[in-house]
């Protein structure tokens, strides 16, 4: 079989999900429409927010229901980062060359497959707890951690409310608004979550794209799908490994997560796979359609071969021009949900896989990705 895939550097996990709005009122917060707003979850925080900071205090005022003096001491508070604002800063790639082996190496490798061994052993009960629950394996979830955080060694130590209003109103790429206007609609989030006392704000750090904790969750993400695990009130993705455990779950779960149904599927791809790459991130396919121009497996009755859960991906070594193919089930595409990326989602898959090996090797019983 030839070799391959799909290089996208690891793009910032920037989850635009919908959030729930407090119900809390004050004097100070601007009702001029008293009508209540009819956008509800991922359009509430996909709708637009001025770049005018006073215009933008009172919409998120209407929006999460507010007091206008406390989202005006938040960003009283928030510094420009310059920092952040150049990592983010648009950068020459044409001639970068998509490498498979080289992306999956920075993941699959020594280190991580130890601190994802001593992170298993080590929180052996919440994730057997999060995998009953969420139906999503262990496996994975320690993989997702691994490859974003190296097990929180790696987390972060930009202010969450710096780096998201310096990318919010100071973005570096003027030719696309759309980035800055996401930037501000997280920092809408950072400010309901820190006014519901579900998230500290103020003190919080992480990437400089505003991720924070051990599976660097941007701020809508944790609106709806942080869990508050350990019950103290709060979603502490940073210092809570539970709480962080649980919430990868969730978000895995709540984007479609199949439970016993593997990453990949087990079998052989027809000839000329690449006829089958739409580069899409939603599975098109069906075991029947594959099966007729080719495909071949000696597994009956899984889950993975009814419906259309399947797509034939590819994974480029575009230096010394192979190509792997593989047929990705629907939970690949499921963490494609978490990072926008073939590579990445390859690299989380095959990662979870060695780490649920080594489990096997020391005789514990365990769900396979």
């Known amino acids: 079989m030839k070799k391959v895939a799909h290089f996208a550097l690891l793009a ?28 509800t979850g991922w359009q509430v925080e996909n709708s637009t927010l001025s770049s005018d900071k006073a215009t933008f205090i009172k919409q998120v005022s209407n929006r999460y229901n507010i007091p206008k003096s406390f989202i005006e001491d938040m960003l009283a508070r928030a510094q420009i980062n310059n920092r952040a604002i150049a990592l983010m800063s648009p950068k020459k ?26 992170f298993w052993h080590n929180n052996q009960s919440t994730l057997a707890a999060a995998e009953k629950k969420y139906g999503v394996p262990a496996a994975i979830i320690a993989g997702i951690i691994g490859v974003e955080t190296v097990y929180g060694e790696q987390m972060g130590s930009f202010s969450v409310l710096d780096a998201l209003y310096s990318l919010g109103f100071y973005h570096p790429d003027p030719s696309r608004p759309e980035k800055a206007q996401m930037f501000r609609n997280q920092l809408a989030a950072l400010i309901e979550l820190t006014h519901k006392g579900k998230f500290d704000g103020f003190t919080a750090l992480g990437s400089f794209a505003g991720a924070s904790g051990l599976g660097q969750f941007m701020p809508i993400s944790i609106l709806h799908y942080g869990v508050d695990a350990d019950k103290d009130g709060k979603v502490d993705l940073r210092n809570s490994t539970k709480n962080a455990i649980y919430s990868v779950a969730n978000f895995l779960s709540q984007h479609g997560w199949q439970a016993n149904m593997p990453v990949f599927a087990p079998a052989r791809l ?42 034939v991906i590819d994974l480029k070594d575009e230096v010394n021009g192979n190509t792997e193919y593989r047929i990705a089930t629907q939970n690949f595409f499921v963490i494609t949900k978490y990072n926008r990326s073939y590579f990445y989602a390859a690299s989380v898959a095959d990662l979870a896989s060695v780490l649920a090996r080594q489990q096997i090797s020391q005789g514990k019983i365990i769900t396979l990705p």
Not at 106 to 114: A, K
Not at 279 to 304: D, N, V, Y
């Open 12 to 39: 910032l996990s920037s989850l635009l999900l919908s959030a729930c709005a407090s119900q809390t009122s004050s004097p100070d917060i601007d009702n001029r429409d008293s009508t209540p707003p009819a956008k």
């Open 93 to 118: 790639t044409s001639s970068i060359k998509r490498h498979w082996p080289t992306y999956r190496n920075r993941f699959v490798e020594p280190i991580r497959i130890r601190k994802g061994t001593a």
């Open 270 to 311: 027809p000839s000329s796979p690449a006829r089958f790459v739409n580069g899409g991130l939603e599975p098109s396919m069906s075991w029947q359609e594959l099966q007729t121009q080719g495909a071949t497996t000696s597994t009956q009755g899984q889950a993975w071969q009814h419906g259309k859960n399947l797509g």
